[in-house]
């Protein structure tokens, strides 16, 4: 009886859910396809623009974010922050123009792209590029935006950002990720599969973008108040941190959620044990964040668009393993990750020793026992990411109130930043820099 | 009786059958698991199997100039039978807390029970233990609060781990992490490799299995580099709302103590007579010989940065609990001066001492505002390294 009713509530849970995330994506029109959200493509229009955007201690803040025109429709969207996530290809030329919607206390603003070589026209030379005039200051008939052009000859991850007084206007929100697909597939590679750079030893299957990033509100506030001038950035002292321009738990919804409208991206990694993650990292603020990863190792293969190589052709062979990296302020990293549950000690799928194997199960582990009795439920706390079972893809009765989070039963990892104070948001716990890598069973579908 | 329903009745079986192999003792819902253990005194007959028990509570330190600080951290109940471990244990948090050390290929049941909080009898929370880097781990394990259970107070939870890879590792409470690990829950473990007790290039000791003596040692070290915010410590030992956005260590220390606490041979005393502060990080050797400093940073808002007076650089040859080669066996081990450790990050480095002559050396902190406590300076991270003469008796 008491095993049916659970079963019941089980379903019910799944359906609930399964409802739940329909909706979210009907809403949303995008799904993650285990692929980078952005605007590909090697011509984009951007537009630099005021808005707010919402922290997850129930804040809001005047930012300046770059927002970009639609080739088709020709309207712009809202400045976002980050800004949009350029993809662009190995060896194909690309051209951005920037169009300057600041207010004109603002001033000028401009891009600049580390690792590029860069042509770029406007009005006014700044002191690192050409820069756009605010069109709130000029005729109609003076067409005051810049033009960046160059040809990427590296693939890889890259940070582009504001050129023009960029203490205050990257803290502002002027910044967003570059990235350079390989023009081929490498030599030895299967054209089927996914390469970050120019070597097989470069393939994964999904990728998730980790642009880290801080804000002192305070600066924000006196840019409201139109009180730049009061600015001080040496008693810079950041309270609210952000990955791809979202808190905790803000990171976890999906993208483009209506209740975001100026935060599209999330940050929330899914795969099956076995399969290969690429994250692109970037630091995107001005601090050091030493990010930590739950679950496994990661190997750094890349830093700054190169591969880590001792000389050419060679691989990432100085490739680096470690469970925390600091993200380090206009630095990126990419960063290859792998789960297995290789040499855990006990099967976690609870098979018996005559069940069949799983997809990539580490063998020696297959039948082995649990190895310990588990607390009966009221001497612990379920999380609400826990399924009720230790098992991956398991269930199990969960208390009265909680929430079934986690219907798949998958293994949450938080990927973090180790500055532990930065898991809040202005005071409030949790915020900040946490994210869930989620591996699934291998019988649940992953978009 | 386990309540939980598991999918797979085959297993629900064996769970069954296999928690009868060994003798669980229970007192309330103090349980203390260790498979092989015949006669009940928390230590298994099987040598591969590590059993260790260890507390979760409040306590109290005393910092290098004499401010009392409270804290949250865990205890050492080894030897202490179930029912007594509430009784005997609260209020002797330990910082840091204590010491694993395991061999590569031992499976250790850590038992940790939550024994509360008596100076904050308003608070419920739950503590557990995160093996920070821990190679595939499994959420069950993993102390994470959010995908996992954890132990409310008064109860135990027995983790398990094969320790299969070795290195520098660390734990630490992961509940409430900005929270519980600003007060202290945080210690020191790693993984001693397979190839110990081989004789390579005259060592029998190493950090990994190198195939080569490059991590051979002759004396170890750890030096879990942390701070605390001492308004913080107040404000939770007073019942006030907690600083976290102000949350800003000015009590650097090296395994729980500033300079020149962390020369003093002897346990330091918190102002209940309990010795909290046991480890004393004076790192000796005789001369000629090769240090070993399992180094890692678990402060909640710095990064940490340290060299020494030795003269010698320091030989950085793994990081995150993993041998410094690439992935085809390139040697990306590294000489530095300085090496800045961020939080989560641990690192073994090897300080070689031929050619050093024999005397007193320093290790301290290059971000000079941290060699203080608090208002107090010529405190924080620093330690001595002495080197002693090849014949020095002593």
Redesign the interface.
Known sequence: MRRKRMDRIGKKIHIWVVVLMGAVFLVSGTGAHGAIVGKSGSTFHLVAKQDVLITSDGDSFIMWGFGIKDDVSGATSRAQYPGPTLIVTEDVPVTITLRNELPAKAGNVSIIFPGQKVTATSRVLGPLTYEAVPVETLPESVDGSATYTFTPSEPGTYVYRSGTMADLQVEMGLVGALIVMPATTPSGGDPAKKYAYNHVDSQYDREFLYLVSEMDPRIHRLVEQNLIGNINFTTYFPTNWFINGRNYPDILAENNVLWLPTQPYNCQPRMHPGEKVLVRFIGGGRDIHPMHFHGNDFETIAVDGRLLSSEPEAGPDLAWQATTIKSIPGQTADLIWTWTGKEIGWDIYGHSPDDPLEPDEYAPNHGKPFPVVLPQRDSVTYGAFYSGSPFLGGEGELPPGHGGLNASGGYFYMWHSHTEKELTSNDIWPGGLISFMIVEHPDVPID | ????????A??TA??IL??FLWA?TASA?V?I?C?GDKDGDGISEDPNIVCRSITAGDGFTKMADGLDLYIFSFGDGEGVPPDRIIADLTLKAQLPAPTIILKQGQ?L?LTMTNVGMVVRPDLFD?HSV?W??F??????F?G?????????MG????????A??PGTYFYHC?V????H??MGMIGNLWVTPIQDGTSIEGFTKFAYNDEDGSTGYDVAYPLLLTGFDSFFHIASDTVQAL???A?FDEYPMINGRGYPDTINPNNIVNKNGFAAQKICSLITATAGQRILLRVSN??????YTFATTLGVPMKVVG????L?R???G?D?SMDVNVLNV?????YDVILDTSGVAPGTYFLYTTDLANLSNGEQERGGIMTEIVINPLNDPV
């Open positions: 009786m386990m309540k939980r329903r598991i999918r797979y085959s297993v064996a769970l296999f928690s669980v819902d349980q698991q498979p499976e049941y739950t995160h920070h880097g190679p595939n781990a499994a959420p069950i993993d994470l609060p959010e995908p996992s259970p954890t132990a409310n109860n135990s939870f027995t983790y398990y781990y094969n299969a890879v992961h409430e992490a900005a929270e690990m600003q600083p976290f956005a949350m678990i402060s909640t808002t710095h990064q990081r995150g609990a993993a410094l690439g992935p085809d390139k990306t961020g939080g989560g990050q641990a």
